[in-house]
Nanobody
Framework: VQLQASGGGLVQDGGSLRLSCAAS????????MGWFRQALGKEREFVAA????????IYADSVKGRFTISRDNAKNMVYLQMNSLKADDTAVYYC???????????????????WGQGTLVTVSS
């Protein structure tokens, strides 16, 4: 399984970006998908996750109402639409995947088997 994240870049405060993650593997539709981020000098933190079925999406409180996770199973893609970006959103963003898991594990980095290489998002104030 390989995950390739893209779409990061430099954006001004209040701007928007859409991150994309391309996943290899024929069983993508059976994977729970997540996005995490890690700012310089800080621990990796949960951002958003989506169940394999697409029926459940969860978000960190810090991004709720601003970020939206979505997926396209036909294209083996997962997306993170980020609006109203703030300087605190500056981080390397990682796409993650794992076979179906318990709902309670969606926000835990230890629950995910596969990680992409990360894409840098920089928000200038």
């Amino acid at each position: 399984v390989q995950l390739q994240a893209s779409g990061g870049g430099l954006v001004q405060d209040g701007g928007s970006l859409r991150l994309s993650c391309a996943a290899s593997g024929r069983t993508f539709r059976d994977w729970d998908m997540g996005w995490f981020r890690q700012a310089l000098g800080k621990e990796r933190e949960f951002v958003a996750a989506m169940r394999y079925s697409g029926g459940t999406r969860i978000y960190a409180d810090s991004v709720k109402g601003r970020f939206t996770i979505s997926r396209d199973n036909a294209k083996n893609m997962v997306y993170l639409q980020m609006n109203s970006l703030k300087a605190d959103d500056t981080a390397v963003y990682y796409c993650t995947a794992t076979p179906r898991m318990a709902l309670s594990g969606l926000s835990l980095p230890s629950s995910y088997n596969y990680w992409g290489q990360g894409t840098l998002v920089t928000v200038s104030s």
